[in-house]
């Protein structure tokens, strides 16, 4: 599929620009752009050249005004039909091109929140002209109307989909467009690089002070740097919005399901005195703090003949695979055995945390490690505060998002292919290799930073990203 190489003129800022240069499909869409469940007020949305035009066909506004008339950021109270009965009364609001989120005429329908009601105002829109939205579509046409860069665009979806501040931050720090900024910025020099390097291509006798093997391999190297920091944030970043997977274990009896109702909240768990009660991995999503934990509660670990116990055993080693962040439980009472140290030991290069529980039964200290540690008595516990210090020391406190990070797995890996391009680059100019073969790496990497905010991007890349969002935004 051919590159929108237009799209380069993006200033990132999210302001109106001028039309580009090529054509964009001009029909009218229309969708619901509120959930799919009854509610106080449900809002259609129109955008497209003859959403005006529609809206003033089904609308008939109580003070008289045509909505072919009104202006931009205007409202007008009345009501709609569909030809043969009057269907509710609404307001409607007019945003006029491009000051309107796609960069469109858009006409907003804001009416009582019955799913029926709500699809037959939409069938009516429909009937006099419009065509069904596609998942994304509204956002794909502000991309594409250079009202919002694809990395911005991304960024919507994370905001609808935040449940918690941490979460929020980032997504509407990333919405800012800062990511666009910084890729511009380094893209920008690897183009002084590529310009100083043809420059030099063409007068080799005489070299630019930057391309001298210290100061090129220097700068080359400092990119590479600030290209790789930027994806280890992106983990950071993953973390934070999509959840912690975070797994139980410990030994029969220790009370790992008295701890997964604890951090629940509720009885989630069977907890029983009987060891071996939990044979199957039973996972919850919980909020701890600004933190959200996908946990998943395991068999006890401990040698067994118990064929379904065994199978139970397996699982929860699984699970320890996945895990970013393993919570060991062990009965203070019954005190640290040979075989919770072997469990620790193939726990160690993950984020772990020894939860010494049963304090209640027991005055028991906890031995001295490097794994941090958090005593409790689970089934009375109601604080979370010793675990949430825990979460903080090992993710972040969540409130640093004023540095620029990829936010989709398509971003991070653009900047992952670009460090490679920069690091091959700068290995051939610390070996001392023919400069002319470090242009093509150069370019490479430049043109994987313009693909993350939609510059030289396919048909396919933009129909991918889109896909994800639901119809209506």
């Given at each position: 599929?051919?590159a929108f190489t237009a799209r380069s003129t993006f200033n990132g800022s999210g302001g109106a620009l001028p039309p580009f240069l090529?054509?964009?499909?001009?029909?009218?869409?229309?969708?619901?752009?509120?959930?799919?469940?009854?509610?106080?007020?449900?809002?259609?949305?129109?955008?497209?050249?003859?959403?005006?035009?529609?809206?003033?066909?089904?609308?008939?506004?109580?003070?008289?005004?045509?909505?072919?008339?009104?202006?931009?950021?205007?409202?007008?109270?009345?009501?709609?039909?569909?030809?043969?009965?009057?269907?509710?009364?609404?307001?409607?609001?007019?945003?006029?091109?491009?000051?309107?989120?796609t960069g469109e005429d858009t006409v907003e329908i804001t009416c009582h929140g019955g799913i029926y009601l709500t699809k037959r105002?939409?069938?009516?829109?429909?009937?006099?002209?419009?065509?069904?939205?596609?998942?994304?579509?509204?956002?794909?046409?502000?991309?594409?109307?250079?009202?919002?860069?694809?990395?911005?665009?991304?960024?919507?979806?994370?905001?609808?989909?935040?449940?918690?501040?941490?979460?929020?931050?980032?997504?509407?720090?990333?919405?800012?467009?800062?990511?666009?900024?910084?890729?511009?910025?380094?893209?920008?020099?690897?183009?002084?690089?590529?310009?100083?390097?043809?420059?030099?291509?063409?007068?080799?006798?005489?070299?630019?002070?930057?391309?001298?093997?210290?100061?090129?391999?220097?700068?080359?190297?400092?990119?590479?740097?600030?290209?790789?920091?930027?994806?280890?944030?992106?983990?950071?970043?993953?973390?934070?919005?999509?959840?912690?997977?975070?797994?139980?274990?410990?030994?029969?009896?220790?009370?790992?399901?008295?701890?997964?109702?604890?951090?629940?909240?509720?009885?989630?768990?069977?907890?029983?005195?009987?060891?071996?009660?939990?044979?199957?991995?039973?996972?919850?999503?919980?909020?701890?703090?600004?933190?959200?934990?996908?946990?998943?509660?395991?068999?006890?670990?401990?040698?067994?003949?118990?064929?379904?116990?065994?199978?139970?055993?397996?699982?929860?080693?699984?699970?320890?695979?996945?895990?970013?962040?393993?919570?060991?439980?062990?009965?203070?009472?019954?005190?640290?055995?040979?075989?919770d140290l072997d469990v620790l030991e193939k726990c160690r290069g993950r984020r772990t945390v020894l939860i010494w529980n049963k304090?209640?039964?027991?005055?028991?200290?906890?031995?001295?490690?490097?794994?941090?540690?958090?005593?409790?008595?689970?089934?009375?516990?109601?604080?979370?505060?010793?675990?949430?210090?825990?979460?903080?020391?090992?993710?972040?406190?969540?409130?640093?998002?004023?540095?620029?990070?990829?936010?989709?797995?398509?971003?991070?890996?653009?900047?992952?292919?670009?460090?490679?391009?920069?690091?091959?680059?700068?290995?051939?100019?610390?070996?001392?290799?023919?400069?002319?073969?470090?242009?093509?790496?150069?370019?490479?990497?430049?043109?994987?930073?313009?693909?993350?905010?939609?510059?030289?991007?396919?048909?396919?890349?933009?129909?991918?990203?889109?896909?994800?969002?639901?119809?209506?935004?």
């Open positions: 599929m051919p090529f054509e964009v499909n001009m029909k009218t869409i229309a969708a619901i752009s509120t959930p799919d469940a009854a509610g106080g007020i449900a809002m259609i949305r129109i955008s497209g050249p003859e959403s005006l035009r529609i809206a003033d066909d089904i609308f008939t506004a109580v003070n008289g005004t045509k909505v072919t008339e009104m202006r931009g950021y205007t409202c007008a109270y009345g009501t709609v039909s569909d030809g043969s009965e009057i269907l509710d009364d609404v307001v409607l609001t007019v945003f006029r091109a491009p000051h309107s989120y105002i939409l069938m009516t829109v429909y009937l006099h002209g419009a065509d069904p939205a596609g998942a994304g579509e509204f956002t794909k046409r502000a991309f594409l109307n250079g009202k919002l860069s694809l990395s911005q665009a991304e960024a919507v979806m994370d905001v609808i989909q935040a449940d918690g501040e941490s979460e929020l931050r980032l997504a509407n720090y990333a919405k800012s467009g800062r990511l666009g900024t910084e890729m511009e910025h380094i893209s920008g020099e690897l183009v002084d690089l590529m310009s100083a390097l043809a420059y030099w291509l063409d007068d080799a006798e005489e070299c630019p002070p930057e391309l001298e093997r210290g100061t090129l391999t220097a700068q080359l190297s400092r990119i590479y740097a600030h290209l790789r920091e930027m994806s280890a944030r992106y983990q950071d970043g993953l973390v934070l919005r999509s959840g912690i997977r975070t797994v139980l274990l410990g030994k029969p009896n220790a009370g790992k399901s008295s701890v997964m109702n604890w951090l629940c909240g509720t009885n989630r768990s069977i907890v029983t005195e009987i060891a071996g009660t939990t044979r199957d991995v039973v996972t919850e999503q919980v909020k701890i703090g600004l933190y959200t934990l996908i946990l998943s509660d395991t068999a006890g670990l401990r040698e067994t003949e118990n064929a379904i116990e065994a199978i139970g055993i397996s699982q929860a080693y699984l699970e320890l695979d996945k895990a970013d962040l393993v919570l060991y439980v062990v009965d203070a009472d019954a005190g640290m055995s040979a075989e304090t209640d039964l027991s005055q028991t200290l906890p031995p001295q490690t490097d794994i941090p540690v958090v005593q409790i008595a689970a089934i009375h516990e109601k604080s979370t505060e010793q675990l949430e210090k825990v979460l903080s020391a090992f993710f972040g406190g969540g409130a640093n998002v004023t540095a620029a990070a990829p936010i989709t797995e398509r971003q991070n890996l653009l900047i992952c292919r670009a460090a490679e391009a920069v690091k091959h680059a700068s290995d051939m100019a610390e070996c001392g290799a023919e400069m002319d073969m470090m242009y093509a790496d150069l370019e490479r990497a430049a043109k994987c930073l313009r693909e993350i905010e939609g510059k030289e991007v396919t048909d396919d890349v933009i129909d991918g990203v889109f896909s994800k969002f639901c119809v209506g935004k």
